[in-house]
């Protein structure tokens, strides 16, 4: 089966380096091109351990933080 993913362009949203584990795994299992939003402040929208309240539900606030690194990719 072919794979779907090649060669796609995935753009990461973080502001704690997830990228440094998510990068390799993504592009070797998958295919995909990762890149890194810059500056990226994404405690903005919460933090898990709540020193920043979340205003939204965990799934609202993924969709946020996409929505403030659409149309980026830095690579």
Same mark, same amino acid.
């Given at each position: 089966m072919d794979n779907l993913f *090649? @060669?796609?362009k995935v753009v990461i949203a973080? *502001?704690?380096h997830k990228e440094q584990v998510m990068t390799p795994l993504l592009e070797k299992e998958l295919g995909l091109?990762? @890149? =890194?939003?810059e500056n990226l402040d994404t405690d903005l929208f919460g933090t898990f351990t709540g020193e920043v309240e979340r205003l939204n539900d965990p799934l609202e606030t993924a969709r946020q933080k996409m929505s403030a690194g659409d149309g980026t990719?830095? =690579?």
């Open positions: *090649k @060669g796609r973080t *502001k704690h091109e990762c @890149g =890194l939003v990719f830095g =690579l």
